[in-house]
C-alpha cells in the first residue's frame, strides 16, 4: 500500500495501524475513537468506513471508486451516522434499540456495515447497557466507530469490548497549510495579521476544527481569551478577592461555556506543565514569560485540582447541568480551591 488515509491530515502511526489491520482482514468490529472536539474523530471514522470497502492495491481508501464516493459523499445506505436526538442532552435507551432492530439486517451493497457514534459518551447508562449487547454478539458484517471526547464517561465494560484509539494533535505547520487552503479569513490574516494567525494556530492546540472556528469567529475568541486572562488573575490576586465579580462574565450559553472551560484548562495545563517543564510546548500562553508569570503565583497542586474541577464541571455539562448553574459552580468551586 503506498498511501493510507491521505485525507486525514496528522495521526501517521494510527494511519499505518489502521490500514494494516484493514489490509490483513484483521479490523476488529469496533473502536473507541477519543480526541478533543475538533480533532479530526468524524472524518478519521468515514475515512475507515471508505477504507473497508475500498478496493484500491495503491491508496486506501482511494476516494475514486464508487463505493469510496457513496460513502465519503454521504449516500451510502450501509454507513449510518448516529447523534443524540435534536434538542437531548444525551442518548436514549429508545434510540439505541431502534439500531438494534435493523442490526441483523444484512448490508445492502457492501461487505462491511458501519456504524458511526457521534458523542458517544453521551449514552446514558441504560442506553449504554443496552449498546453492550450489541457489542458482545455483533453480526459478523458490523462495525462500530464510537466517537468519544470524554472516555471517562463511557462504561469499563465498553471500553473492554471496544479498544481506544486516541487521535493526535496536529502540528501547527500542517493546520496552517490546511486553513490557508480552506478559510479566505486565514488568507487574509496571512496577509495582513500574521501574528494574529500565528496565535490562532498556537491556541488551536492541535485541533484543526478548533483552529477553524477560532479563523473564522475571532473575535470571539478574542473574547473568551480576555475573558480567560481575567480570570486568571482574578484567581491569583490575594484571597482570589475578585473572582466573584466576574461570576456575571461567564457565559452562560452551553456551547460558548464549553469553549470557555476548554481554554481555561489549557492554562491551567500550561501553568502545571511549565513548572516542570519549562521548555514544554504552550497550549494557551504565546510566551514562556507569561506562562511563568502565572507559575510563580500557583502550585501546581492547586493548577491540577482546578483542572480537575474543570473536568468534572465538563462531564456534567455534557449531560445535562444548566448552563447557568454550572457559571456559578465554576465560580464558588474555583474560589474554595485557592482559598485553602
Given at each position: 500500500?503506498?498511501?493510507?488515509?491521505p485525507?486525514?491530515?496528522?495521526?501517521?502511526?494510527?494511519?499505518?495501524?489502521?490500514?494494516?489491520?484493514?489490509?490483513e482482514?484483521?479490523f476488529?468490529?469496533?473502536?473507541?475513537?477519543?480526541g478533543?472536539?475538533?480533532?479530526?474523530?468524524?472524518?478519521l471514522a468515514?475515512n475507515?468506513a471508505?477504507?473497508?470497502?475500498?478496493?484500491?492495491?495503491?491508496?486506501?481508501?482511494?476516494?475514486?471508486?464508487?463505493?469510496?464516493?457513496?460513502?465519503?459523499?454521504?449516500?451510502?445506505?450501509?454507513v449510518?451516522?448516529?447523534r443524540?436526538?435534536e434538542?437531548?442532552?444525551?442518548?436514549s435507551?429508545?434510540?439505541i434499540r431502534?439500531?438494534?432492530n435493523?442490526?441483523y439486517?444484512?448490508?445492502n451493497?457492501?461487505e462491511?456495515?458501519?456504524?458511526?457514534i457521534?458523542?458517544?459518551?453521551?449514552m446514558?447508562?441504560?442506553?449504554?447497557?443496552?449498546?453492550l449487547?450489541?457489542?458482545?454478539?455483533?453480526?459478523?458484517y458490523?462495525?462500530?466507530?464510537?466517537?468519544?471526547?470524554?472516555?471517562?464517561n463511557?462504561?469499563d465494560?465498553?471500553k473492554?469490548?471496544?479498544?481506544?484509539?486516541?487521535?493526535?494533535?496536529?502540528p501547527?505547520e500542517?493546520?496552517?497549510?490546511y486553513?490557508?487552503?480552506?478559510s479566505?479569513?486565514?488568507k487574509?490574516?496571512?496577509?495582513?495579521?500574521?501574528?494574529?494567525?500565528?496565535?490562532?494556530?498556537?491556541?488551536a492546540g492541535?485541533?484543526?476544527?478548533?483552529?477553524?472556528?477560532?479563523?473564522e469567529?475571532?473575535?470571539?475568541?478574542?473574547a473568551?481569551?480576555?475573558l480567560?486572562?481575567?480570570?486568571?488573575n482574578?484567581?491569583?490576586?490575594?484571597a482570589?478577592?475578585?473572582?466573584?465579580l466576574?461570576?456575571?462574565?461567564?457565559?452562560?450559553?452551553?456551547?460558548?461555556?464549553?469553549?470557555?472551560?476548554?481554554m481555561?484548562k489549557?492554562?491551567?495545563?500550561?501553568?502545571?506543565v511549565?513548572?516542570?517543564?519549562?521548555?514544554c510546548?504552550?497550549?494557551f500562553f504565546?510566551?514562556a514569560?507569561?506562562?511563568?508569570e502565572?507559575?510563580?503565583?500557583?502550585t501546581?497542586?492547586?493548577?491540577?485540582?482546578?483542572?480537575?474541577?474543570?473536568?468534572?464541571?465538563?462531564?456534567?455539562?455534557?449531560?445535562?447541568l444548566?448552563?447557568?448553574?454550572?457559571?456559578?459552580t465554576?465560580?464558588?468551586?474555583?474560589?474554595?480551591?485557592?482559598?485553602?
Amino acid at each position: 500500500m503506498d498511501r493510507c488515509f491521505p485525507a486525514v491530515i496528522g495521526n501517521e502511526k494510527l494511519k499505518r495501524r489502521l490500514a494494516l489491520e484493514i489490509e490483513e482482514g484483521r479490523f476488529p468490529h469496533a473502536y473507541i475513537l477519543a480526541g478533543r472536539d475538533g480533532s479530526g474523530k468524524m472524518t478519521l471514522a468515514m475515512n475507515i468506513a471508505a477504507a473497508l470497502a475500498c478496493k484500491s492495491k495503491h491508496t486506501l481508501p482511494c476516494g475514486e471508486c464508487d463505493s469510496c464516493r457513496k460513502i465519503l459523499g454521504g449516500f451510502s445506505p450501509d454507513v449510518l451516522i448516529l447523534r443524540k436526538e435534536e434538542g437531548k442532552k444525551e442518548f436514549s435507551v429508545g434510540l439505541i434499540r431502534e439500531i438494534k432492530n435493523g442490526l441483523y439486517i444484512a448490508p445492502n451493497e457492501l461487505e462491511k456495515r458501519v456504524y458511526i457514534i457521534e458523542d458517544a459518551e453521551l449514552m446514558n447508562p441504560s442506553a449504554q447497557n443496552a449498546f453492550l449487547k450489541m457489542l458482545e454478539e455483533p453480526p459478523h458484517y458490523a462495525v462500530f466507530l464510537l466517537l468519544c471526547a470524554n472516555v471517562g464517561n463511557l462504561l469499563d465494560t465498553i471500553k473492554s469490548r471496544a479498544p481506544i484509539l486516541y487521535t493526535e494533535a496536529i502540528p501547527e505547520e500542517d493546520i496552517r497549510a490546511y486553513l490557508l487552503a480552506h478559510s479566505p479569513r486565514a488568507k487574509e490574516l496571512a496577509a495582513s495579521s500574521p501574528n494574529e494567525l500565528h496565535a490562532i494556530l498556537h491556541a488551536a492546540g492541535g485541533s484543526i476544527g478548533q483552529a477553524m472556528y477560532l479563523c473564522e469567529d475571532a473575535e470571539k475568541y478574542g473574547a473568551l481569551k480576555k475573558l480567560t486572562a481575567d480570570f486568571l488573575n482574578a484567581l491569583t490576586a490575594p484571597a482570589a478577592s475578585g473572582v466573584d465579580l466576574l461570576c456575571d462574565a461567564v457565559p452562560t450559553d452551553a456551547n460558548t461555556l464549553l469553549e470557555f472551560l476548554d481554554m481555561l484548562k489549557r492554562a491551567f495545563r500550561d501553568i502545571a506543565v511549565y513548572k516542570n517543564a519549562p521548555s514544554c510546548a504552550l497550549l494557551f500562553f504565546e510566551s514562556a514569560e507569561r506562562a511563568e508569570e502565572y507559575a510563580m503565583k500557583l502550585t501546581v497542586s492547586k493548577a491540577i485540582a482546578l483542572i480537575e474541577a474543570i473536568d468534572g464541571l465538563l462531564a456534567d455539562l455534557r449531560l445535562n447541568l444548566d448552563a447557568r448553574l454550572a457559571a456559578a459552580t465554576l465560580v464558588g468551586g474555583m474560589r474554595a480551591i485557592m482559598t485553602k
